[in-house]
C-alpha cells in the first residue's frame, strides 16, 4: 500500500504554489487539516523553519514560514497517531543539545510521533543574521547530525566530535522513540550520501524524477531506508486519474514515501480534496483509534 504524507498548507507559502485562502487561514483551519489527515490515515504533516527571510528573496521563497515547534505542540494535542515532520530543521542555527531537548519534548508530548527533517541550509543571510557559521556548514552538519543521534533519546547524552563535544549534563525529558527517525534533505549527490551514511532518509526537493532516478541507481541504499518524493498540485476530486498517476510516477522513481500537495479554494475544499486522495488510495488509519486528544 503507498504511503502518502501531507505537505501542510498555511504554515509554509510559496509564491505559485499556496492558494489564496491560506492567506487569512490561521491555527485553527490547520488543525481542521491536521485531524481529518491523521483520521484519514495519512502518514504524516510537515512544518519548515525560517527565521527570518531576507524581503528580496521572499518573492520566490516565500516570507510566511510558521514555527515548527510551537505548531508541532499545538497540533499533537489534537491529533493521535499522524507524525510530525520537520521539513526541514537547518543544523547550523541550533546546539545538538538544544534540538534533542526541545524536539525530544514534543516527542514525549505527542507519544513518539516526531520525525526530524534537518538541511544544511542555503540562505546566507539568515546564517549572518544568527551569527551561524555559513563557510563549511556541510562538514559543520555532518559532526552535529551524528551529535543529535546520540543524543535525541538519552537522559545522559555524551558525545565527543570534531565540532561538538558534551557529558556530564542531563536532559530531561527526551525523546521516547529509542530512535527518532532522521530524514535529510537536499538536491545534491552529497545530500543523498550525507543521508544514507547518517541518517534514516532522504527528502529531496527542486529535481526532476529522470534525475531522482539516476541519483538513487547510484547509491546503494541502507535496508529500511526511506525516500519522500513529492507528487504536487493533485486534485484528486476532479482528476482522480492524474493523482493516481503523479503519485503512481513519484513511487517509480523510487519513493517509499510520496508527500502530496492538493489543490485547494478553502479549508473545507483542502479537508474534501484529502478525503478523496484518502479513497483513491484506500489509505486507512489504525483501528486503535478512539476520541479524544494526545496520545497515540
Same mark, same amino acid.
Given at each position: ?20 485562502? %491560506? ?15 491523521? %483520521? ?29 515547534? /510551537?505548531?508541532? @505542540? ?35 508530548? /505527542? ?27 556541510? %562538514? ?17 547524552? /555524551? ?46 526537493? @527542486? ?6 532516478? %539516476? ?35 513519484? /513511487? ?45
Amino acid at each position: 500500500m503507498v504511503r502518502i504524507g501531507v505537505t501542510s498548507p498555511i504554515v509554509t507559502r510559496l509564491p505559485g504554489v499556496a492558494g489564496e485562502w %491560506e492567506a487569512s487561514a490561521g491555527i485553527a483551519e490547520l488543525a481542521e487539516i491536521a485531524v481529518a489527515a491523521d %483520521e484519514l490515515g495519512f502518514e504524516y504533516l510537515t512544518c519548515s523553519e525560517h527565521v527570518a527571510v531576507p524581503t528580496g528573496v521572499a518573492a520566490t521563497r516565500g516570507g510566511t514560514y510558521w514555527d515548527p515547534l /510551537s505548531t508541532f @505542540g499545538f497540533l499533537a494535542a489534537r491529533t493521535r497517531r499522524i507524525r510530525l515532520l520537520t521539513q526541514v530543521l537547518v543544523l547550523g542555527y541550533h546546539h545538538p543539545l538544544e534540538i534533542a531537548k526541545r524536539y525530544g519534548t514534543l516527542d514525549a508530548i /505527542s507519544g513518539g510521533r516526531v520525525t526530524l527533517g534537518v538541511g544544511v541550509g542555503s540562505l546566507r543571510e539568515e546564517f549572518d543574521l544568527l551569527g551561524a557559521r555559513f563557510a563549511g556548514r556541510g %562538514e559543520l552538519a555532518d559532526d552535529a547530525l551524528r551529535a543529535i543521534r546520540a543524543a535525541m533519546s538519552q537522559r545522559e547524552p /555524551s558525545y565527543d566530535g570534531t565540532h561538538h563535544r558534551f557529558g556530564g549534563m542531563l536532559v530531561e525529558p527526551h525523546a521516547v522513540q529509542p530512535s527518532v527517525p532522521v530524514w535529510v534533505g537536499g538536491r545534491t549527490v552529497r545530500s543523498l550520501r550525507r543521508a544514507t551514511q547518517l541518517g534514516d532518509g532522504w527528502v529531496p526537493f @527542486g529535481l526532476d524524477r529522470e534525475r531522482l532516478r %539516476e541519483m538513487l541507481s547510484d547509491v546503494d541504499l541502507p535496508a529500511d531506508f526511506e525516500v519522500i518524493l513529492p507528487a504536487g498540485g493533485l486534485d484528486p476530486a476532479d482528476d482522480p486519474d492524474g493523482a493516481r498517476a503523479d503519485v503512481a510516477a513519484a /513511487s517509480a522513481a523510487g519513493a517509499t514515501v510520496v508527500g502530496v500537495t492538493v489543490v485547494a479554494s478553502s479549508v473545507d475544499h483542502y479537508i474534501d480534496q484529502l478525503t478523496a486522495l484518502a479513497e483513491l488510495f484506500d489509505l486507512a488509519a489504525p483501528a486503535t483509534k478512539s476520541s479524544g486528544g494526545g496520545h497515540p
